[in-house]
């Protein structure tokens, strides 16, 4: 059975005042087991996020149907899916989430303060965590005072401090360089093999490894398979892949 499956998913936004109806995404269905590593890939508006926060349970579909563990997710009530997000879920937010008022120690300690541990285990928690991210010299520092990509891999450290069996990354990597990136992606999947992780991706090069990728275009999931899988059916996902290894030719950054 599929940790996560998600049938026939279908987002209708209505606008301010209803004047205008907008479609985020049109019958996405796809499953992940769990262990794996599930890579997101599309242009601004494909519905990348919109499908992210269906996931974590943060949003509901229009129509269609999400399903943990075999469980209509529609069928759990508020309060448990609550808990859910709460207990099983790590969500590293695209706007990183940050609480300007505290450092990014106290930032990264708040899932677990939350849940009443103590200062000590929080701190052994956190101490690996922070300096495979190499933000261990910034952690007395507040958000305002950091830059973006520090802000991001903070985010991601909160994140981690919870190691729950799924974790989900809305665009959480793009205020970092390649090589950067590249070194967070092989840090989570070494560190949390056995567990899922699904993000938004945006440079093919980092991603190479993941068990699924996914591609969305106008809300539909055009493409599903591995690297060599999509590279294969020259479509999509070779396109993006042959623009990226030229514009790395040329000595230029991928957004």
Known sequence: MALLQAEHLKKIYTTRFGAHQVQALSDVSFSVQAGEFVAIMGESGSGKTTLLNILATLDRPTQGTVRLNGQNLADVPDKQLSAFRRQRLGFVFQDFN???????????FLPLVLEGKRYREMKQKEDPIA?????????EKYPYEVSGGQKQRSSIARALMKDAPILILDDALSAVDTKTEEHILTNLRKNRAGKTTILIAHRISTI????IIMVLEDGEAKEIGNHAELMARKGIYHDMFEKQQLEAAKGGEIS
Do not use: C, E, M, V
């Open 131 to 139: 300096r495979k991210l190499g933000i261990s010299n910034l952690l």
């Open 98 to 108: 940050l609480l300007d008022t505290f450092s990014l120690k106290d930032n990264i």
């Open 208 to 211: 190479q490894n993941a068990d």
